[in-house]
């Protein structure tokens, strides 16, 4: 059984998690997150019960900007390539500006996104959200998760970070949350493996 973190202030440690892991409601080190998660500026926002916010590592923001710069740079030469030696039509600058201009909002809003992700351990189920103007939450039952997965692409790894996957008997409540520390990645996921086998057990 999950702790409630919501009956104390301090950070309550999972047997066997090393120091700082974002597992049992406890705050994780400052190095591997936010220090608290973007909120809209609407009073009109969702307030849960029970448990703590954790973050995503800010090394994701780093990755994606590597990643979508990349695309950015690829999209900028073909347009040239295609407008300035082989001389097609004005359709090449059209499509390459339109794809330049999603590429550079979509940098200049990462870090906004990325603080804006989170999930909460509260006593029955994990919730996860993301999201500003257009939020998600989910929130999936221990008791519910049939596989829990680790990914990470060549960027990940040399970032150190990862994503873990729950999937359950629903599509629609499977959640993916980035940019996870690989260490806080392996830990929630022994963590919620463990809860999950007892829940489905009754113990």
């Not at 009109?44 to 740079?73: C, D, M």
């Not at 030696?85 to 500006?97: E, K, M, N, P, Q």
């Amino acid at each position: 059984m999950i702790p409630d973190s919501s009956r104390d202030s301090g950070t309550t440690d999972t047997p066997g998690a090393p120091s700082g892991a974002a597992v049992g409601g406890g705050a994780a080190a400052p190095a591997e997150s936010f220090d608290r998660i973007a909120e809209p500026t609407s009073e009109n926002r969702l307030v849960l019960e029970g448990g703590v916010w954790h973050q995503i590592s800010p090394k994701y923001v780093t990755v994606q900007l590597i990643s979508h710069g990349s695309f950015l740079a690829i999209v900028i030469a073909a347009t040239l390539v295609l407008t300035l030696l082989l001389h097609v039509g004005w359709w090449a600058w059209a499509v390459g500006g339109v794809l330049a201009v999603i590429q550079v909002w979509t940098l200049a809003i990462l870090p906004r996104q990325a603080r804006s992700i989170g999930y909460r351990l509260r006593e029955d189920d994990l919730v996860f959200r993301r999201g500003i103007l257009w939020q998600r939450f989910v929130a999936v039952p221990y008791g519910r998760m049939q596989l829990i997965d680790i990914t990470h692409g060549p960027l990940d790894r040399g970032f150190g970070i990862a994503q873990l996957k729950f999937v359950t008997a629903a599509a629609a409540t499977g959640v993916v949350i980035p940019g996870l520390a690989q260490s806080t990645a392996e830990t929630l996921r022994d963590h919620l493996i463990e809860v999950a086998e007892s829940r489905r057990t009754g113990l």
